[in-house]
C-alpha cells in the first residue's frame, strides 16, 4: 500500500503524450508512462452517503466503509485502487484492509477530497 499526493493522483489520471494513464508506480515517481494495458485505477471513495452527494470525484466508485467487506467480490484485485475519504484516515484503513485481502496494487489518497479540492480541483465544495 501506497499513499499519493493528491497532485500525482491527477498526474496519474491525466492522459499521458501517449494518450493513455500514467501507472500508479510513475505517477508517484514522477517519470514513465504507462505500461501496455495498465488500466486507470479504480477510484474507491468510502465516504458515508451524506459526505459523496457533497462532493466526489469524478469516476468514482461509492462503496461506504462499513460496506467494504460485504462487497468485495465487487472489487478486481489485480487492477490498481485508490482508496478516497474526507481527510485519508479511513481510506487507509480500507487500503489496508485490502492489501490484506490479497489486492495487489492499492493507494490510499493523502488528504483525500479535502485535499484533491485544496490542491487540483479548487471548484469542488469543501465540507
Do not use: K
Not at 492522459?15 to 474507491?44: E, I, V, W, Y
Request: some cysteine; aromatic content about 6%; overall charge negative.
Amino acid at each position: 500500500m501506497q499513499n499519493l499526493h493528491p497532485a500525482e493522483l491527477a498526474e496519474w489520471l491525466a492522459p499521458s503524450a501517449g494518450g493513455g494513464a500514467r501507472d500508479a508506480g510513475s505517477a508517484a515517481r514522477g517519470s514513465g508512462s504507462a505500461a501496455p494495458g495498465t488500466d486507470a485505477p479504480l477510484l474507491l471513495d468510502v465516504r458515508e452517503h451524506w459526505e459523496y452527494a457533497l462532493c466526489s470525484l469524478p469516476g468514482s466508485v461509492h462503496v461506504p466503509m462499513r460496506e467494504i467487506p460485504g462487497r468485495l467480490n465487487e472489487l478486481d484485485p489485480s487492477r490498481p485502487i485508490v482508496c478516497i475519504c474526507h481527510h485519508g484516515v479511513r481510506s487507509l484503513q480500507v487500503a489496508m484492509f485490502l492489501e490484506h485481502r490479497g489486492f495487489e496494487s492499492v493507494f490510499n489518497l493523502q488528504g483525500g477530497v479535502d485535499g484533491w479540492a485544496r490542491e487540483v480541483d479548487h471548484t469542488m465544495p469543501l465540507y
